[in-house]
């Protein structure tokens, strides 16, 4: 039994009948070789929840932003509420739309389509990358439900992992949207991400890591401004590791590369807590 657990991407504590509580989820972060425990990564999340509610304030109807109000009157990041709290965001980018997200956001990408084309021109990448360990599931169970969650289309599931995504929906075939503030940005990006265009992706192939992700950022016009490449394998005592890696024009300041680890803990690390709630259903 648990052979077939394993290969389906369970866990033996998964399986219908299991007596035993499950184990907790631990995660833990590794960014630079410095090791972070979840609460650190809680803390970032807490602190970009309320910049993303902050800018979203200034355009809702008083309906919408009524719900906001939690997190706006609380300036010191509470990681106690930030499980309510991404919940909440979501909700409220969500009833917000496509149509009234990309227009609040219209002036952002205005400058930074053209900036980020400018920036990939030279063709040079650099890479920001993060570490994901998780003490329960496995590599291959993982990659299998986050690529459910893009082919179903589930956007609460993409949003609520990070508070700088505002828009990711599979608008056009085989291709995400996403409009996000990528690394130590101060506006948001546009861009369209497609896992079946992997040809030349400028981040190298672990050999440790045997299952992975990988596509080209693109905007609308198909001009490359980003890739990436997400590895992952599993452990011998348990669980399973994310190598996550996104490639920035070199040209770039350094320290974009370096917040966005930060974006990737957060995504990846809620992601993870996703797939995990979802095997113990």
């Known amino acids: 039994m648990t052979a077939l657990a394993t290969g389906a ?28 425990d979840r609460t650190a990564v809680l803390q970032w999340e807490a602190r970009r929840l309320k910049v993303a509610a902050e800018r979203l304030s200034h355009h809702l109807p008083a309906a919408l932003l009524a719900e906001l109000e939690a997190l706006l009157d609380d300036s010191a990041p509470n990681v106690e509420n930030v499980s309510r709290d991404r919940e909440q965001l979501a909700d409220v980018k969500l009833r917000t739309g496509h149509a009234e997200i990309r227009d609040q956001l219209a002036p952002d990408l205005a400058i930074t389509e053209p900036m980020s084309v400018l920036a990939a021109a030279a063709d040079e990448w650099s890479a920001s990358r993060t570490r994901v360990d998780s003490s329960l599931g496995t590599a291959q169970g993982f990659l299998d439900w986050f690529n ?14 990070n508070p700088d995504h505002y828009l990711i929906s599979s608008s056009r075939a085989g291709a995400q949207e996403v409009i996000e503030v990528t690394g130590g940005a101060m506006l948001a990006t546009q861009f369209f991400i497609d896992y079946t265009d992997t040809a030349g992706v400028p981040i190298e192939e672990d050999p440790l890591y045997p299952v992975q992700t990988s ?36 040209t770039l300041p350094p320290w974009m590369s370096t917040e966005h680890q930060w ?11 996703g797939y995990i709630d979802s095997v113990r259903t």
């Not at 974006?263 to 807590?273: I, Y």
Request: hydrophobic share 45%; glycine share 10%.
């Open 9 to 36: 991407g369970l866990t033996p504590w998964a399986l219908p009948g299991a007596s035993a509580a499950p184990p907790a989820l631990e995660l833990t972060t590794y960014i630079n070789d410095q090791r972070f």
């Open 148 to 161: 459910g969650r893009i082919e179903q289309i589930d956007e609460r599931a993409m949003l609520v992992a």
């Open 215 to 250: 596509g080209w950022a693109r905007t609308s016009d198909g001009t490359k401004i980003g890739a990436v490449r997400h590895q992952f394998r599993d452990n011998p005592g348990g669980g399973f590791s994310a190598l996550l890696t996104v490639a920035f024009p070199a």
């Open 263 to 273: 974006h990737l803990a957060c995504e990846f690390s809620n992601w993870v807590t």
